[in-house]
C-alpha cells in the first residue's frame, strides 16, 4: 500500500474529513454517529492527526453526571475510525479493536476534543491512537488505541462505491 502522503494531500484529507462528516450527520441521522453531534475541529498533515469536537449533552450523561464510558467509546470510534476510513482510500474499514483508557469525568456542557494519529497502515490493517482532551481546560480526559481492518467489501457485499466519497 502506498504512503498516506503519496494517496492524499494533507488539504484533501481535511476536504475528505469534512465530507465524510457530513455525510454520516445528513445521511444517518438516527445513528449513534449523529446523535452525539461531533463537529470537525482541525487537522494537521505533519503529525497526520484529526481532531473532532462533541459536546456533552444531557443525554449522554450517566448516573454521576458526567458523560457516559460507552459515549466516550463511541466518540473515539468516530474519531479514529474516520480517519482509518479515508487513509484507506475511502475502503470500508471496521473496527477490529478499540481500547480506552479513561482518566478524567467529563462533564455535561463542556466537549470532548477527541484527536486520532495514524500510528501504522499496512495491506490489511490500520493502527491509530487517540487522545481525548477537555475543551474546557485542555487536559486530558481519556486515550485509546485502535485497530481497523482495510475490507474489500461492505457487510452487505457491495463493493462500497456508493460508500465512497
Do not use: C
Not at 103 to 119: G, Q
Amino acid at each position: 500500500m502506498k504512503h498516506v502522503g503519496e494517496l492524499f494531500t494533507g488539504d484533501q484529507i481535511e476536504m475528505l474529513l469534512k465530507k465524510s462528516l457530513k455525510i454520516l450527520l445528513e445521511e444517518k441521522k438516527d445513528a449513534t454517529t449523529a446523535m452525539l453531534k461531533p463537529k470537525f475541529y482541525s487537522y494537521d498533515p505533519e503529525t497526520r492527526s484529526s481532531t473532532l469536537e462533541f459536546p456533552v449533552l444531557e443525554w449522554e450523561l450517566n448516573g454521576n453526571k458526567v458523560m457516559h464510558g460507552g459515549n466516550i467509546a463511541s466518540a473515539f470510534d468516530v474519531s479514529l475510525g474516520m480517519l482509518a476510513n479515508v487513509v484507506s482510500n475511502n475502503h470500508f474499514a471496521p473496527t477490529t479493536n478499540l481500547s480506552i483508557n479513561y482518566i478524567k469525568p467529563i462533564h455535561f456542557e463542556d466537549s470532548l476534543l477527541v484527536t486520532a494519529k495514524l500510528t501504522s497502515i499496512g495491506h490489511k490493517l490500520i493502527t491509530l491512537s487517540g487522545e481525548g482532551r477537555l475543551k474546557s481546560s485542555g487536559k486530558i480526559a481519556a486515550t485509546a488505541m485502535a485497530t481497523y481492518t482495510i475490507a474489500a467489501k461492505l457487510p452487505d457485499g457491495s463493493d462500497g462505491s456508493s460508500y465512497r466519497l
